[in-house]
């Protein structure tokens, strides 16, 4: 009996011995892979978060440009909507990358910039701007609202 228990012993210590250490790095892999995940979800969150408040800010400053009549006021207002246009391209390249070009979100940011958007939908106003693309500097300047264009 005696016998019995030391071998049953040996090889519980033989077991864990061999066990510990595959089941420790499997467990650091999967600690690993989560923190790497989290990373990169906290990484896009914050690429969207950017991409959507310099996306308003574009709309915003195409909404001005439409109410300025000086013309020193509008060249800069044109110049921060040149630099925004930029950046909000930017994002979208960026949405692809991490993203894949069939991913909603980038499909959403896609079709946000499209100019059949505004013609399609129209950009019913409550107090702020909730669909306008990005006008070219043309538009803007002509003064063309998104109404007169999609009654065009």
């Known amino acids: 009996m005696a016998t019995a228990v030391a071998i ?23 600690r690993m892979r989560y923190e ?22 574009a709309q915003t400053v195409i909404v001005e440009l439409m109410t300025i009549s000086v013309g020193s006021q509008k060249a800069g207002a044109a110049d921060r909507l ?9 994002d979208n390249t960026r949405l692809a990358l991490r993203l894949g070009g069939e991913h909603r979100v980038y499909r959403a940011h896609i079709e946000a ?11 019913e106003s409550r107090g ?3 669909r306008r693309r990005i006008a070219t500097l043309s538009d803007a300047e002509s003064g063309r609202s998104c109404m007169s264009r999609s009654n065009s």
């Open 82 to 90: 040149t630099k925004l246009a930029k950046a909000v391209f930017r």
């Open 128 to 130: 702020m701007i909730q």
């Open 8 to 30: 049953i012993s040996v090889v519980a210590t033989a077991a864990v011995a061999i066990a510990v250490p595959f089941i420790n790095t499997w467990l650091e892999r999967q």
């Open 36 to 57: 790497s995940s989290q990373e990169r979800f906290g990484e896009l969150r914050t690429l969207i978060d950017e991409a959507a408040q310099r996306f308003t800010d």
């Open 113 to 123: 910039m499209s100019p059949s958007t505004r013609s399609r939908r129209g950009c």
